[in-house]
């Protein structure tokens, strides 16, 4: 069982022949809206690589927010702790250019409010075997969760995306990072250095894993056609937290193939199913 602690936005998506340099207006090709955020995104994959998942966050008082819960129970997700604040839902506002490459610009909104986890949060996360968060939620929010899930025996995986310095409370109670490169080198090495396992994601060239007493492991991805990376890092992390006690190889590899096959989809929630890895892990 996975409780994920982490941010739910509407996803606003634009597609366009390329991105637009600063000041620049141009005409893009296509728009669409869809459930996202790192939480929800890693909570939907959670559960379609086969996890019964949990989702505590916060959605607002708008248009968007029952539209949010019912994609998280349409997934599958036990959404029954998920909040509703006062002000809007978080958006994420997306371009997408013909290559695939992205750029994002997230405001928070509703997801800004989850200041602390509540009594239930706190029961929830006891209850899990584990806990996967990412920065998206204030991180007094995500250090008093993962604090909670030490205490009580709760594996923590952290996604530190948006990538930010970790607070000493905050990394000692972390069993697993997972990094793209970007992140691994803004943490710095020495970081790194402190919790048990480092997973680094190397986006077309898979994923590595570096865990207690030396292990190294590397798991390449099944080709794959690319349409849209958005999401690829997401499904990557939320299957790694399903399978995680299938063992470091297994999580890994299975890990890198729902990555891959994200990046064939367009969308955020783009997580492909357990049926879809094994077919993909089949094919190598
Ligand atoms: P993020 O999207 O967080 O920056 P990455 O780009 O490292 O993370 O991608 C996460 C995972 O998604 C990779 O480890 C890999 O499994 C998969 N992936 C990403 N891009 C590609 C690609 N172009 N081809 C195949 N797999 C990819």
């Known amino acids: 069982r996975i409780t994920v602690l982490g941010s739910i936005n509407m996803d606003l998506v634009t597609t ?9 207006t141009i005409l893009g090709h296509g728009f669409s809206t869809g459930p996202g955020g790192k939480g929800a995104n890693q909570a939907v994959a959670a559960a379609r690589a086969g996890a019964e998942v949990r989702f505590l966050g916060a959605v607002g008082d ?12 349409g997934a599958g997700v ?19 250019d ?49 604090r909670h899930a030490r205490a009580n025996g709760t594996t923590v995986i952290l996604n530190p995306s948006p990538a930010a310095p970790l607070p000493d409370e905050l990394l000692e109670c972390v069993d697993v990072l997972v990094v793209n490169e970007t992140e691994a080198a803004q943490l710095g090495a020495s970081t790194l250095a402190r919790v048990p396992d480092v997973v680094t994601t190397l986006g077309a060239r898979g994923a590595t ?9 590397r798991s390449e991805p099944p080709a794959v056609e690319v349409v849209d990376t958005t999401g690829a890092g997401d499904a990557f992390a939320g299957t790694l937290a399903a399978c995680w006690h299938l063992g470091r190889e297994v999580a890994l590899a299975r890990a890198c193939a729902a990555g891959a096959l994200a990046t064939t989809r367009a969308g955020a929630a783009s997580a ?5 890895v094994d077919a993909a892990l089949g094919r190598r």
């Open 209 to 217: 894993l570096r865990g207690p007493g030396g292990v190294e492991l």
């Open 272 to 276: 492909p199913t357990s049926a879809e």
């Open 16 to 24: 366009t022949p390329r991105l637009p340099a600063p000041g620049e």
């Open 98 to 146: 013909d290559s695939g490459e992205n750029s994002i610009v997230v405001v928070s909104g509703a997801n800004a409010a989850m200041r602390a986890p509540t009594a239930a949060d706190l029961g929830a996360i006891a209850a899990a075997d584990l806990l996967l968060s990412q920065l998206e939620l204030p991180l007094a929010s995500v250090t008093a969760g993962a």
């Open 62 to 73: 708008d248009a968007f927010a029952p539209e949010l819960r019912t994609a998280l129970v």
């Open 78 to 96: 036990d959404a029954d702790l998920l909040r509703e604040t006062e002000g809007p839902s978080g958006v994420a506002v997306i371009s997408v």
